[in-house]
C-alpha cells in the first residue's frame, strides 16, 4: 500500500521568508509519480508539479523548486520569498505504476503568509 | 488539458436528503475518480468510475450510500444518499488525461453542508 506523510500541519512565515514544506512517501512499486498541488481557500486543486520516479532532477520554476531525494523517499518543496498569495493548503500525492492509477494524498500542509 | 464542469459548486442539504453532483468532461476520458475531503482534511478517494462498468468503491464506502453513474466517457455522476451531518464535505471529481501535463485535471468541487 501506498502512503504519502506531510509531517507539517501548519507553517506561518512572514513575507519574503523562504519555506519548505516536506513530503515522504512509501511504496513498493519501482515506477510511481509524486505530485504537488495546491489549495486555496476557494478549493480548488491547483496543479504544480508532477515527477516520475526515474527523475531525480531537481526542479525550479520561478520561486518554486523541488528536491526529489528517492534515498530518503522525499519530494520536499521550497518557496523563495514568500508572498502572501501563497497562502493555501499544499498537497503532496503519489500515484504508482506507469498508468494512470489513483492518487493517494499526504494529509496537507497549511501555510500562512503574513504581511 | 481536459477541463470539467462540476456541479453545483455548493449546496447545504437536510438531513435524511440526497444530492447528486455531476462533472462533465470536454473530451472522453476512460477513468473519472471521486473524492471526498471532510473539513480541514485531506482528499479520500470514494471510488473509481469506468464507462460500461460498475464503480470500484475504495474501503468505508458503500454504494448504497454514495451511487455513481458513468454512461459514457464525458459524464458521471455521484449522490450522495440519507445525508447526515457528517457528510458535509467538498466532493470533487478527477480525471486521468493523457494530454495533461500533471495526468489528472480535477473539477472545482462541490461544497456540501447539511444541517
Known amino acids: 500500500a501506498q502512503k504519502v506523510t506531510q509531517a507539517q500541519t501548519e507553517i506561518s512565515v512572514v513575507e519574503k521568508e523562504d519555506v519548505t514544506l516536506d513530503c515522504v512517501y512509501e511504496?513498493?512499486?519501482?515506477?510511481?509519480?509524486l505530485f504537488w498541488y495546491k489549495q486555496p481557500p476557494s478549493g480548488e486543486l491547483v496543479f504544480l508539479i508532477r515527477?516520475?520516479?526515474?527523475?531525480?532532477q531537481n526542479e525550479i520554476s520561478g520561486r518554486y523548486s523541488w528536491n526529489f531525494q528517492k534515498s530518503t523517499s522525499s519530494f520536499n518543496f521550497t518557496i523563495t520569498a514568500s508572498q502572501v498569495v501563497d497562502s493555501a493548503v499544499y498537497f503532496c500525492?503519489?500515484?504508482?505504476?506507469?498508468?494512470?492509477?489513483?492518487?493517494?494524498f499526504g494529509k496537507g500542509t497549511m501555510l500562512l503568509v503574513s504581511p | 488539458s481536459a477541463v470539467i464542469s462540476q456541479k453545483p459548486s455548493r449546496d447545504i442539504c437536510q438531513r435524511g436528503t440526497s444530492l447528486t453532483i455531476q462533472c462533465q468532461v470536454d473530451?472522453?476520458?476512460?477513468?473519472m475518480f471521486w473524492y471526498r475531503q471532510q473539513p480541514g482534511q485531506s482528499l479520500t478517494l470514494i471510488a473509481t468510475?469506468?464507462?460500461?462498468?460498475?464503480?470500484?468503491?475504495e474501503s468505508g464506502f458503500v454504494i448504497d450510500k454514495f451511487p455513481i453513474s458513468r454512461p459514457n466517457l464525458t459524464f458521471s455522476t455521484l449522490t450522495v444518499s440519507n445525508m447526515s451531518p457528517e457528510d458535509s464535505s467538498i466532493y470533487l471529481c478527477?480525471?486521468?488525461?493523457?494530454?495533461?501535463?500533471?495526468?489528472?485535471?480535477f473539477g472545482s468541487g462541490t461544497r456540501l453542508t447539511v444541517v
Open positions: 515527477r516520475n520516479s526515474f527523475d531525480e
Open positions: 468510475a469506468n464507462q460500461g462498468s460498475e464503480a470500484t468503491y
Open positions: 473530451s472522453q476520458v476512460t477513468m
Open positions: 478527477s480525471v486521468a488525461s493523457t494530454t495533461a501535463l500533471d495526468g489528472y485535471t
Open positions: 511504496t513498493r512499486d519501482t515506477t510511481y509519480y
Open positions: 500525492a503519489l500515484s504508482v505504476g506507469s498508468g494512470y492509477s489513483t492518487l493517494t
